[in-house]
């Protein structure tokens, strides 16, 4: 029976704690770091250290950046009295792909989900109510996942959020019950936007 190095299988061993990485795809990465030219995977582990060292959250909305507010909170010509609340950043690249959405987001950073024990503390809830608190906000958009743990998640901010007389909308028709935003494509997501209801 074949074995690989020990360098291989320890990058191997690396590449499987990869979300959507087993031990086939890990083994075909390889593969391909072991045929590319050594420059390439230099800049390649040189990408992957800028990013962890430069990325970081953005003060007011918890989305990527690299500077201390994010390239939509930075944008003038945003509406930003229309807060769009979702679960996570590959959510915001998802609605932005969308292209028709105007206002500004934050990012949970997660959703309440008590069987992995995470509960409304787990999320980055304290700072979306102080923008509620300091900013005149028109509306907010909760376009958490048509999940469980999502709906949960909107639930709970509408119990938080109404009583504060912030018009309240749901994302509506085109996200099928169980899926995720990042995976919805740019049509219905927009559609998604268009057609939210008041909570």
């Known amino acids: 029976m074949a074995t690989y190095t020990e360098s291989v299988e320890k990058l191997i061993d690396r590449l499987i704690k990869l979300p959507g990485i087993g ?3 890990a083994e075909r990465i390889v593969g391909y770091i ?3 030219p050594r420059d390439e995977v230099k800049s390649l582990a040189e990408a992957i250290y800028r990013t962890k060292e430069n ?3 953005c003060r007011i909305c918890n989305n990527l950046s690299e500077e201390d507010l994010c390239k939509v909170c930075q944008d ?3 509406q930003k009295d229309v807060v769009c609340i979702v679960e996570k950043h590959s959510d915001v690249t998802a609605i932005e ?3 028709n959405f105007r206002g500004v987001y934050h990012v949970l950073l997660g959703s309440i989900s008590p069987l992995e024990g995470k509960g409304p503390s787990d999320l980055k809830i304290d700072g979306l109510m102080q923008r509620l608190k300091e900013n005149n906000i028109k509306e907010i958009i909760i376009a958490t996942d048509a999940d469980t743990e999502g709906e949960t998640t ?3 901010l509408t119990k938080l959020i109404k009583p504060l007389g912030v018009l309240l909308t749901r994302i509506g028709v085109g996200i099928p019950m169980g899926s995720n935003l990042e995976y919805a494509d740019s049509a219905t997501l927009s559609k998604s936007l268009e057609s939210r209801r008041e909570i």
């Open 23 to 25: 031990r086939r795809s």
């Open 34 to 36: 072991l045929n590319t």
């Open 55 to 57: 990325v970081r959250l």
């Open 76 to 78: 003038l010509h945003r």
């Open 97 to 99: 792909k969308a292209g």
């Open 154 to 156: 909107a639930l709970y």
